[in-house]
């Protein structure tokens, strides 16, 4: 870890062929945190990163700036989300999927952006204690399902206590340009903030609930539920 505690700490997998490294970052991490996370990466090049932190996109898609309510140093954090973009994150071609919290929003959000060298990086927010609070605690867990070759991600955001998936909108499939599993696609030219295409309708639909919501729902396709892969490596997300 970066200083011997869990704040800031990262762990090597291997799930068949492919390597993953998990960066996990504090709310709104310093300077030196990020210096330190740049170096552990560069010494892991044929590995694929996935970061977590705690704050880091809105529900609009976009990286978290100074001047936005609830942003890290407004709580005693350092970096802001557009901070960390700039400093570490864009800087890594392996960095394939950053996940995050603190802005509560009943929808998933999904951002593609592009890094200083061309690779595309995917990031998440998920935070449902708007949710939570709005009905009374619903136990919302987001599922990631990987593929064996790493490249194919099935979401899934299902209630324990409803025993239902929430907002077919939440249920949805990605992909990641990881590195070790073939050739990558060829990354955008822009930033986009989707949610990916239609997916083939599954025999069997699983229980969906819908709720009234004022939360910002970033622009998304029409999906359905996918059933994932047998074999497949799973990340829960709470």
């Not at 907002?167 to 990558?184: D, K, M, P, T």
């Amino acid at each position: 870890s970066y200083d011997g505690t869990m704040l800031n700490t990262y762990q090597e997998l291997i799930v068949g062929s492919i390597k993953y490294l998990v960066v996990n970052l504090d709310y709104g991490p310093s300077d030196d945190v990020l210096a330190w996370a740049n170096k552990v990466v560069e010494k892991y090049p044929e590995h694929n990163v996935i970061v977590t932190t705690h704050i880091y996109l809105a529900p609009d898609g976009t990286t978290v700036d100074a001047g936005e309510s609830g942003s890290a140093p407004a709580y005693g954090g350092i970096n802001t989300g557009d901070q960390m973009w700039e400093k570490f994150i864009s800087k890594h071609e392996n960095i394939v999927l950053v996940l995050c919290g603190h802005k509560p929003t009943d929808y998933i959000t999904v951002t593609r952006t592009n890094g200083e060298k061309g690779n595309e990086v995917v990031q998440i927010l998920v935070d449902p204690q708007g949710t939570d609070k709005n009905l009374g605690g619903v136990g919302l867990v987001a599922m990631m399902y990987f593929s064996n070759d790493g490249r194919s991600v099935d979401v899934e955001y299902y209630s324990t206590d409803r025993q239902a998936y929430f907002h077919r909108e939440n249920q949805f499939h990605l992909e990641l340009n990881v590195i070790g599993s073939g050739v990558a696609e060829q990354p955008t030219s822009e930033p986009q903030t989707t949610v990916p295409p239609e997916t083939e309708t599954p025999t069997t639909q699983p229980e969906v609930f819908e709720t009234e919501t004022t939360a910002v729902q970033p622009e998304a396709l029409e999906t359905e539920t996918i059933a994932p892969e047998s074999g497949c490596t799973g990340i829960i997300f709470l």
